[in-house]
């Protein structure tokens, strides 16, 4: 059975083999896919890292892999002409977890390519965001089949529409309508239709500028063309190569006007003041602080998950300990300001809008070609953050406390840092409504008891005169 691979281009097929990322390609692509990585263009992408890091492998390479079962089994029937290495992406990301800040950086990313191309006479012939994989806060370009020869004399841009869909409408749907990118690319893999759009405008907001040329006009125009002549879908030449370039590099240009004047918006939501007003004394927040540090600094975790990051406060102190981190959190507009914060300080932090509650499932083909982000995070990271996070997990969402601190014993190799919010405490009480009977039994005695199944108590450090106890677990051997 395929496992999460990539099939969809004929050209050749992308997946996991154990721990590399193998890219089989077809003999009729070989050529164009050799011309371009040898060209300038693609070298001066591979040295910024723009484009994922490709080599093709020799012939005394590929031959083992022929009479290997496994690597069988994934290519198919599928003859091919090469085999290519890439280098992995520690966390594989999709648009469905990305805040909008990520999925706009990565349409710039994708216009930049395509621009680059036009100078060496290659074209990008696909524009999603299934294309671009984030390496910390910074998008990666991870298909190099996408990009052929084009005819020097066409002035389309043959994936126009698709940057459309998948990026341009996702984000005027959540500009204007407040619709969430998870809502959009969980049911909508090919992004959205401006006829989908329409439906949500009143009269007057057709009219708006960026209603009328991303949705309205479109949909009036394919409703006048419907039916209409063969020739509308003919590849167009204007038999001038200078005069295709131009139009179709200005064409790029004002796609990516449009991407601008799309740019989110610095948004507050529910939790994105939190770091600025929370429950803590300064004595007890500083606590806190000096606790989590001095843990990373013993664990000193290579990999990193912050569960429940908000802004990223801790994220960013375990990423300048030197650890790789992936933070989640349900809010996207804090999840927004982690990306920002990582960018602007260069921290390698891979901020995602994920509710561990309900994590981000199996999508695509066979439920293959998108792994569950459990799939993805089980048993890759050597320490677990679970700061202020724990007290909702059990009130708000119901989750029993043993199945909590199994989930973490599944993601971490090795530590949890965790933190104790007593019934006692006021966020806990607000949390619980008036249902405290519910969490009657939960005391710090009971909390170190179920620890103590998985994990074994290293230390633990009662944040000044609250209701809260940090903790620092380390796995007890299987």
Known sequence: MRKAAS??????????????????????????????????????????RSLVPTRRLADTEVQPLRTDEAFGSLVGERSFGA???????????????WPAEMLSCAGELTL???????????????ATPHNVLYRGPHPVFVDVLSFERRAPDDPVWTADAQFQRTFLLPLLAHQRFGLRLVDIFTTHRDGLEPEELIRLCGPLRKLSPKMLSLV???????????????????????????????????????????????KPADTRSTWSGY??????????????????????????????????????HFSALAARSGAEVVAIDQDAACVGRIWQRAREENLNILPLVVDLSRPSPALGWRNQECPSFLDRARGQFDAV?????????????????????????????????????????????????????????????AFEAACCRRFQIIRRARLGNSHRTLYLLRKCPD
């Not at 930049?112 to 696909?126: Q, R, W």
């Open 112 to 126: 930049d390519l395509a621009e680059s191309a036009l100078g060496e006479g290659f074209g990008l012939k696909d």
């Open 83 to 97: 085999v290519f290495e890439h280098e992995p992406i520690s966390f594989p990301s999709y648009a469905y977890e």
């Open 216 to 262: 309205s006009m479109p949909v009036w125009l394919a409703r006048k063309s419907a039916g209409g002549a063969p020739s509308l879908y003919r590849p167009r030449r204007l038999g001038n190569d200078e005069k295709a370039r131009f139009i179709l590099g200005a064409r790029i240009k004002s796609l990516r006007r449009q991407l601008r004047s799309l």
């Open 385 to 445: 953050l679970m700061l202020a996070v724990l007290h909702h997990l059990l009130v708000t969402e119901r989750i029993p406390l043993v199945d909590v601190l199994e989930l973490a014993a599944e993601l971490t190799r090795d530590a949890l840092i965790i933190e104790f919010v007593a019934p006692q405490d006021e966020m806990f009480r607000r949390l619980a409504r008036g249902r405290d009977d519910l969490h009657a039994n939960l005391d710090a005695a």
């Open 7 to 48: 099939f969809r281009d004929p050209g050749g097929s992308c997946f996991a083999l154990g721990a590399r990322i193998l890219r089989v390609v077809s003999p009729d692509s070989l050529i164009q896919v050799d011309h371009f990585l040898t060209s300038t263009f693609a070298r001066k992408a591979l040295d910024s």
């Open 275 to 312: 770091m600025d007003a929370h429950s803590y004394e300064a004595d007890a927040f500083a606590a806190k602080e000096r606790f989590v540090s001095e843990a990373l600094r013993e664990v000193n975790p290579r990999r990193v998950l912050d569960v429940g990051a908000n802004t990223g």
